[in-house]
């Protein structure tokens, strides 16, 4: 399932979303050059998060890591799938608490999932990149104050394509149980995202304290 759009709109324009999606392309850009001259490996095990350096001394480059991890990623699926995401729910969460707070929430929201992956695994010598925690963070965040948002979604099904509107609900549901179901296989941080996901349902309610109350969706 890939989703395209939702239908709430934004009181506000999401002038954080914005900026952080343009960051991380930017970023992406840098990656691809790096990788034309043979040091985009190199580039990822000083800037990603590494369990096992967390593990052996948490100095101020390892905490350093856990922030700029964020806006690395590994190919061009990885960034479109991350940015795509927090452009259809980010906008609608920063909306809802504010500029200001949702700088922290979202860099709250990476530093959560980064540490959940690290608590499952913090032998490894991997490298951990993406937005991909954070996005979580903004994904739980949706599901608590919009859960009856109606999310178009480009649906595979063997080889048929469709799209339906899902309620926010059903669609990240399924995403959540997605990330458990293959939290035993490799090559992706699946504990991050379960991480970020929880922790942006559990803190939201603190981040839009004193806010205007979250609109209603449309059934």
Request: glycine share 8%; aromatic share 14%; with cysteine.
């Amino acid at each position: 399932m890939l989703p395209l759009r939702d239908d709430l709109p934004t009181r506000r324009f999401p002038i954080v979303t914005v900026v952080i999606i343009v960051l991380n392309a930017v970023v992406f850009l840098v990656e691809l050059l790096l990788q034309i001259n043979g040091s985009l490996d190199a580039f990822f095990m000083s800037w990603g998060v590494i369990p096992y350096e967390i593990t052996h001394g948490l100095g101020l480059h390892a905490i350093l890591t856990l922030f700029t991890s964020m806006f690395l990623h590994g190919g061009f699926m990885h960034i479109l799938g991350n940015m795509l995401y927090l452009w259809i729910f980010g906008n609608n969460i920063e909306d809802s608490m504010g500029h200001a707070r949702f700088v922290l929430f979202y860099a709250l929201s990476g530093v959560a999932a980064a540490l959940c992956q690290f608590v499952y695994d913090p032998a490894s010598e991997l490298p951990m990149v993406g937005a991909s925690g954070a996005v979580s963070g903004v994904l739980g965040a949706y599901l608590l104050l919009f859960p009856y948002a109606r999310i178009k979604t480009l649906i595979f099904i063997f080889i048929f394509i469709t799209t339906v509107e899902l309620p926010a609900i059903v669609l990240l549901t399924i995403w959540f149980f997605m990330q458990v179901l293959f939290s035993h296989t490799q090559g992706v941080a699946w504990f991050a995202h379960i991480g970020g996901f929880l922790f942006g349902l559990i803190t939201i309610r603190l981040f839009t304290l004193g806010k205007a109350r979250a609109r209603p969706a449309r059934r």
